[in-house]
């Protein structure tokens, strides 16, 4: 009995337990199966995706592409990324965006394929579309987002005004305005407090008014000693970055962003707000005064008694000029410095030459006005042109000059000897520690402009550029293009190329710009901070008197010092800005410094 109840316990237990009945060893086996099958198929694709960096540049990932890099890239410096992945791949490289995206696309630092986009096949490789897109929203129609018709329109009559004797010395007055009435002031101000500067953001104010001076026919004030918030150039520079943004990212992507109005997409959209209210207060001046221009002529062919009647009776086009009078006379004290209404006869000598008039004189082809909306669009190309590039160059000379004593040594010397050839002109041999070079002065700094090209060559301006293939074509490298496909020549790349440069491509040494002491300028598909081909840059002239100006006046007198510990880097933009700025300290030139480089001279 003890033993059949000893059975039914131990039976009842077995049934009571909470155990499973079945072990558990298959299924754990089961599971552990599937996870080395799993990890043997993730290994798998890893070394697969990995074997191809040999050949494509990076690992290919699947349906991602090559987007892992590439957001890994976007966390340092993405341009020094760009240029190891093209060194390692002699120049040209595919890069493969996820499955489905807009993000395929050929880059290249080769000049013989640069040459062949810019140049032998122009018209095969416009901006495209997918360029246009992206960066509507900021340039609209305008000269660097425009193809064709459009295109051609604006840069053949902003050539003819380039080209102009009165624009060019508007150019030379309003750029002496700004160095020695308002620049140098700034500059002694902060060695008078022994404060640091933020060299980039002076620049920037200071070829920010100068732009709207030749290009606009307003003055900003955005240069003085107050150092006034101007909110278009804060907004200016963030819808820039927030622009290119877009580059970097699936198209779907940033299109949803931007109709959810979130990141990047919201800052370019409130960014875009501030450029439009400063181009629309522009052009709506700039058509009063046109008014006030128009009314005020007619005086002069009319008898003096006529035009006072209708005054007196407030008719006609003394109506508009009262009403324009009122509405400049409004404006003038919050945007511009309005300078003496044009009333004389002989008002077609004094009249402004800016390129805003000139484009608001055009028709288009319907034969009626260009619209505001065009006329913001030329507004803020110009701007992107004048302010930015130069400013951006400028910031990175000043960087390079101080890591290079020997460099400013040498520009010392060039303009002291350039100094002492005009004082054996007529000035008894006495030397000026406080000059202001001529415009013949200046062309003659061949090894200021050797070392501007340098800065260049090593941080351009824009340091990529993009088209789209228009027909199926062929590199000169053999690299296959299909219709459709997107190119990207990375000019930063380019100044960083063994096989372009030699093995000191990395060095600040202008002297390779140098031929028997003079100035040799580079292919353009070499060095292509300007551009090459039909959209060489127009400004390029201007753009070198225009740095060559400000670094004479700020090296001559002034010592530039980096601030200890400052970092300094590129930002993510369509113009190559330093991330954190340029804080400097700046000393003064002592007597006696200068005297020992006119002895130099001698």
Known sequence: MSTNSSYYLTFNDAFSSHEPLVPRKPFLLKN??????????????????????????????????????????????????????????????????????????????????????????????????????NLRDLLGDGIFNADDETWQRQRKTASIEFHSAKFRNLMTHSLYELVHKRLLLVLEASVKTSSPIDLQDVLLRLTFDNVCMIAFGVDPGCLGLDQP????????????????????MPTFVWKLMKWLNLGTEKMLKESIKGVDDFADEVIRTRKKELSLEEAAVCRFVMPTFVWKLMKWLNLGTEKMLKESIKGVDDFADEVIRTRKKELSLEGESTKRSDLLTVFMGLRDEKGGSFSDKFLRDICVNFILAGRDTSSVALSWFFWLLEKNPEVEE?????????????????NGGKIDYEPVFRPEEIKKMDYLQAALSEALRL?????????????????????????????????????????????????????????????????????????????????????????????AAIVYRYKVMVVEGHKVEPKLALTMYMKHGLMVNLINRSVSEIDQYYAKTM
Not at 410 to 425: A, G, P, S, T
């Open 32 to 133: 552990i199966q599937v996870l080395e099958l799993f990890l043997a198929l993730f290994a798998f694709i890893a070394i697969h995706s990995l074997r191809q960096k040999k050949h494509y540049g990076l690992p290919v990932w699947p349906f991602l592409g090559m987007l892992p890099s590439l957001a890994f890239g976007l966390r340092g410096n993405i341009y020094e990324w760009l240029t190891n992945i093209l060194s390692r791949q002699n120049g040209t490289f595919r890069f493969r965006g996820p499955w489905l995206s807009s993000l395929n696309s050929t880059i290249t630092c080769d000049p013989r394929n640069v040459e062949h986009l810019l140049k032998n096949r122009f018209s095969v490789y416009p901006k495209g579309s997918y360029f246009r897109d």
């Open 459 to 551: 941080y351009p301006s824009v340091p990529v550029d993009h088209k789209e293939v228009q027909e199926d074509d062929v590199f000169p490298d053999g690299t296959v293009l299909k219709k459709g496909e997107k190119v990207i020549y990375a000019i930063y790349a380019m100044g960083r190329m063994e096989a372009i440069w030699g093995k000191d491509c990395r060095e600040f040494r202008p002297e390779r710009w140098l031929r028997d002491g003079r100035f040799m300028s580079e292919s353009a598909y070499k060095f292509t901070a300007f551009n090459g081909g039909p959209r060489l840059c127009l400004g390029k002239d201007f753009a070198y008197y225009q740095m060559k100006s400000v670094a």
């Open 229 to 248: 918030v101007i909110p278009f150039a804060k907004a200016f520079e963030d819808a820039t970055e927030a622009a290119v943004c877009r580059f970097v």
């Open 410 to 426: 040498k520009i010392m010397v060039e303009m002291c000897k350039i100094l002492r050839q005009r004082d054996d002109n007529g």
